[in-house]
């Protein structure tokens, strides 16, 4: 079964740094590109980052460039996203996803003052 | 960006009727190799969206035969023959031919 599980949310505050993982199992993760979306009420569903399956292409959508840094470790079947300089309209349920079939349960995240 | 914009965003269903979801992008997303990258996802309340059909009309393994994806270019359909109880919570239409890959806003199917 394939299992995707998100960890390292929380409340920072507005210029402040988090970095998310995503735990995969259930499947070969180097098989798959790999991607962060985020989920707020108010701007609904938008596709974050996204990593190629040896971690040669990166892309990622323009209100997050050169703030977010997505990576992987194929080794320890592992995704991740360091989120710099984090801005109040960060705050979101970040998902990850093994292509677009697969998604995990969600990280909250608060930028708040 | 390639901008999905769905209707109608509210669309109450009696049990066992059918529904039917619209999506419309501003560019066509006909690739080169001949597919259509558009996507349906499904979101029940308090959960993670679940991918329900890829390239237009190909079901997700374990989604009843009951939805069913159609359209070309730049309309697209989703639709759902009887509606279940379990069927409940958001639609989303979602392109994946260029980035960043967008979503509609969102249909939320709810029961008479």
């Known amino acids: 079964e394939v299992q995707l599980v998100e960890s390292g949310g929380g409340l920072v505050q507005p210029g402040e740094s988090l970095r998310l993982s995503c735990a995969a199992s259930g499947f070969t993760f180097s098989d798959y590109w790999m991607s962060w979306i985020r989920q707020t009420p108010g701007k609904g569903l938008e596709w974050v980052a996204q990593i190629k399956q040896d971690g040669s292409e990166k892309y990622y959508v323009d209100s997050v460039k050169g703030r977010f840094t997505v990576s992987r470790d194929n080794a320890k079947s592992s995704l991740y996203l360091q989120m710099d300089s984090l801005r109040v309209d960060d705050t979101a349920v970040y998902y990850c996803?093994?292509?677009?079939?697969?998604w995990g349960q969600g990280t909250l995240v608060t930028v708040s003052s | 960006d390639v901008v999905m914009t769905q209707s109608p965003l509210t669309l109450p269903v009696t049990l066992g009727q059918p529904a039917s979801i619209s999506c419309r992008s501003s560019q066509s997303l006909l690739y080169s190799d001949g597919n259509t990258l558009l996507m349906w996802f499904h979101q029940r309340p308090g959960r993670s969206p679940r991918r329900l059909i890829y390239?237009?009309?190909n079901r997700d393994s374990g989604v009843p035969d009951r939805f069913s994806g159609s359209g070309s270019g730049t309309d697209f359909t989703l639709r759902i023959s009887r509606v279940e109880a379990e069927d409940v919570g958001v639609y989303y239409c979602?392109?994946?031919?260029?980035?960043?890959?967008?979503f509609g806003q969102g249909t939320n199917l709810e029961i008479k």
């Open positions: 390239n237009i009309f």
């Open positions: 996803s093994s292509g677009t079939s697969h």
């Open positions: 979602m392109q994946y031919i260029r980035w960043p890959h967008t």
